[in-house]
């Protein structure tokens, strides 16, 4: 890869432009701060100040619970954000002004992984805030130990669930493959793997990347060494998409 593939002002722009024009893209990104934020909102409201373990063992990961929610967004909107560049000729008339494929791909890559952060930002900051204002004596404070650390950890954390789902999406070209099939692979094939495969469920990357959001730390991992991990899986992802882009016909 060369300087001339980097991206570029005017193209950068133009990805966003893209981004911002497709409904289902950009409402995908808005549903990962309103999906997060109502389901902490409903189930700490409903439960939180009642029940002492209602949001799981871990005080910590229990207010970031609406996350498990929110990444489904995230992962809808890396595959919307991508998959229209593979319908109806798009990639065509998209290489006709970017004939640089790796220009194009790591724009448009960038541009997801920016609005995901940003959003993921807010969205770990609102849902905490938010969801601790209904536990009482119980709540923490965003200077507790390890809370500041879960609320960035919870906006990288979607940007690389989005990023993952970006990268699938261009290796196999369907954005609804992705979600049919990365959507029970985070929420319940890790589950499966533990049991069966003792322990290695910590590896996957929802169960790995979620450590940065617990106040202590499950197996061999800790909070910064499971985004890590979480962010291999995305990397991978993303450079396997970036192969079939350049390699394939458009």
Sequence with gaps: MTAASLPTVPVLHSEWIKIRSARAALGSLIAVLLTTAAITLLVAGALGAEQEDALGDDRLAGAFYGINFGQIAAVA????????????????????????????????????????????????????????????????????????????????????????????????????LVMSLLIPFLLILPFVIGQVAGGAGQFMPDRAGQLVMRMEAEGSLGPWSGLGVAALWSLAALGAGWLAMRRRAA
Excluded at 141 to 167: K, Q, T
């Design 77 to 176: 909107f890396g595959a919307t954000a991508f998959a229209g560049e593979f319908r109806d000729g798009a990639l065509r008339v998209s290489l006709t002004a970017v004939p640089n494929r790796s220009r194009l791909y790591l724009s448009k890559s960038a541009v997801v992984a920016v609005l995901a952060f940003l959003i993921g930002e807010i969205t770990g900051l609102v849902a905490f805030v938010a969801g601790q204002a209904f536990m009482g004596e119980r709540a923490l404070g965003i200077g507790d130990p390890g809370v500041l650390r879960a609320v960035f950890g919870s906006g990288v954390y979607l940007m690389l669930i989005a990023l993952l789902s970006a990268g699938l999406t261009a290796l196999v070209r369907s954005g609804t």
